[in-house]
Nanobody, 117 residues
Framework: QVQLVESGGGLVQPGGSLRLSCAAS????????MAWYRQAPGKQREWVAR???????NYRDSVKGRFTISGDNAKNTATLQMSSLKPDDTAVYYC???????????WGQGTQVIVSS
């Protein structure tokens, strides 16, 4: 009974910034990681960034130096600060939570990000 809700999407000009937020609610127990994925129209979903329960972060090469993922384990939230946005960043961005015992994942409904002039 876990739900993830993304927010913060919208229209932004190339070179601009946007901050996405993800709030998880429900019965969340134990250690878990959170991540952001995105899917452009007609394209396959791709991983963007991940943050572990210990605070370690990873990014896909195309967003390194531009995106920053952060999280608050106590509040079950994650954010994605996006800067220097490019048209290629246009996609629906999804928040995900990966838990253990048993292994399972949860996904939000997504928030639309459009980078266009």
């Amino acid at each position: 009974q876990v739900q993830l809700v993304e927010s913060g999407g919208g229209l932004v000009q190339p070179g601009g910034s946007l901050r996405l937020s993800c709030a998880a609610s429900g019965s969340i127990f134990g250690i878990y990681d959170m991540a952001w994925y995105r899917q452009a129209p007609g394209k396959q979903r791709e991983w963007v960034a991940r943050i572990t329960s210990g605070g370690s972060t990873n990014y896909r090469d195309s967003v390194k130096g531009r995106f920053t993922i952060s999280g608050d384990n106590a509040k079950n939230t994650a954010t994605l600060q996006m800067s220097s946005l490019k048209p290629d960043d246009t996609a629906v961005y999804y928040c995900s939570l990966f838990a253990r015992d048993p292994p399972r994942s949860y996904w939000g409904q997504g928030t639309q990000v459009i980078v266009s002039s």
